[in-house]
């Protein structure tokens, strides 16, 4: 009889322990297709996001050396005169946000990284005619190096508080109105003079200086408040707050007067 009742409950334990064992079999069976599942939609939302050109590629775009990935602002849709434009007549963008950008270049002779001046997030301005158009992800972006940024600021508008003119540029400005009348008395039509940008001013900002060779940046040869002198068509002509300024790099500059 004890015999009997001990097979009994042995028996009892071993159906026990099968149904244990099915049971985990049963969850890790429908668990791990549910996270590859998992996996497999996120990999797969990933490619469909990123789109270049209307192509699909393997991933986000990851700006290498010097290079910054910049998301284009829109354009104007209209001239001065209130006139509005098809889109293919519309003037390039120079303004935008920093969507990613690289570690920086090395230098060729001393090997010493030159990082870049913006990080994701910062809004820059850079040249008319620098840079390379894309559409990434139905947006307009451009790839632009690092030193064909003019300047960079935080926030949604540029402002006096917030610009900071890159590296070795220097802010002139605001500037003077050109005289539409000569010495001699001759009157100068404002059309033939609206082109025609002043180069001269008072330095308002000044950048950080260019890095060296050696990672350290160069000291700015102008302080603000000098008035500076330089070269003819060197500048690049920015709107502040209303006020006509020029971005200048520091090379350019002929000559200073100490401020008053």
């Not at 996996?39 to 290498?64: A, H, N, V």
């Not at 400005?173 to 539409?180: R, S």
């Not at 350290?216 to 330089?230: A, Y």
Request: with cysteine; hydrophobic share 35%; glycine share 10%.
């Amino acid at each position: 009889m004890i015999m009997a009742n001990s097979r009994s409950k042995y028996a009892a334990l071993c159906i026990a322990l099968a149904g244990i064992t099915s049971s985990s079999a049963f969850t890790s069976v429908h668990q791990k297709p549910s996270i590859r599942t998992a996996l497999s939609m996120s990999e797969d939302t990933l490619k469909r996001q990123c789109i270049l050109d209307g192509k699909k590629i393997r991933g986000p775009i990851t700006p290498l050396g010097n290079f910054v990935l910049v998301r284009t602002k829109d354009t104007l849709d209209a001239t001065d005169g209130g006139i509005l434009l098809p889109d293919q007549s519309k003037e390039r963008a120079t303004e935008g946000e920093v969507v990613a950008a690289g570690p920086g270049k090395l230098h060729p002779h001393t090997g010493v990284r030159i990082t870049n001046p913006v990080i994701t997030g910062d809004s820059v301005l850079f040249g008319k005619f620098d840079g390379h158009d894309m559409t990434y992800n139905d947006e307009g972006v451009a790839m632009i190096r690092d030193d064909d940024i003019l300047l960079h600021y935080k926030g949604v508008r540029m402002t006096m508080d917030n610009v900071n003119p890159c590296r070795d540029y220097i802010l002139v400005g605001p500037l003077e109105k050109q005289k539409t009348e000569t010495s001699s008395g001759i009157v100068v039509a404002e059309s033939v003079m609206k082109d025609y940008l002043p180069c001269e001013g008072k330095v308002a900002k000044v950048g950080v200086g260019r890095m060296t060779s050696t990672g350290e940046f160069s000291e700015s040869p102008v302080q603000v408040g000098d008035r500076v002198k330089f070269k003819d068509y060197a500048g690049n002509e920015v709107k502040i707050e209303g006020d006509d300024y020029s971005l200048v790099r520091m090379v350019d500059c002929l000559c200073a007067l100490a401020a008053e």
